[in-house]
């Protein structure tokens, strides 16, 4: 028999993954919420193993950084009901081995879906980082074609603007009376104006 796939929004995991000491990582809450189960009782079963969870798998949070996300969503303060510690956040190998903790169906699925989401985060990450040094490459060949391109517009500025007389070393008496030009005749004896 498959497993029944639950309804749970990819956007809902995105918006639950935070990057904190440079780790994408989910909160405990978060993940509890995901799985079914309160904080405490997902605490306790990772208290419980605490063997399958070294420091690049879970760690909990300094006062800072939880203020920091504190601040972000409309959480109670101490004292007043709501966490009474820090909390812990698994990266993606900790929330992998939560669902071995937590052995239940719901766990499995959970889990399945979180996963699909990080891989799709690392896709988009390495597709970004494609695109910026694809970039970087462009910006580094055309780097020197300002310049030439510049060039090609003076020149271009220049045949547009018409000869200064005082400059010519010929001068050109039918654009002073605004005569036509007169006709050039090339014959074996070289150019004679007509």
């Known amino acids: 028999m498959a497993a029944k796939q639950l309804p749970i929004p990819v956007e809902r995991i995105e918006k639950a993954i935070f990057l904190i000491r440079g780790h994408k990582v989910m909160l405990d809450a978060d993940l509890a919420e995901l799985y079914g189960v309160t904080t405490k009782r997902l605490n306790e079963q990772v208290r419980r193993n605490l063997s399958r969870f070294p420091a690049d798998f879970m760690f909990q949070l300094d006062a800072q950084e939880a203020s920091a996300l504190r601040s972000q969503f409309a959480t109670s303060k101490k004292g007043r009901g709501g966490r009474r510690y820090l909390p812990y956040v698994f990266t993606e190998q900790g929330v992998a081995m939560l669902s071995s903790v937590l052995n239940s169906e719901r766990a499995v699925q959970v889990n399945i879906a979180i996963m699909r989401v990080f891989v799709r985060l690392r896709e988009m990450m390495a597709t970004h980082k494609e695109l910026a040094f694809k970039l970087v490459e462009l910006e580094e060949r055309l780097e020197g074609h300002d310049e030439q ?46």
């Open 149 to 194: 391109i510049q060039n090609i517009f003076e020149a271009i500025r220049q045949l547009m603007t018409p000869p200064d007389p005082a400059r010519c070393l010929f001068p050109l008496p039918w654009r002073e009376r605004q005569e036509p030009a007169p006709d050039v005749i090339r014959g074996e004896g070289g150019v004679m104006l007509h």
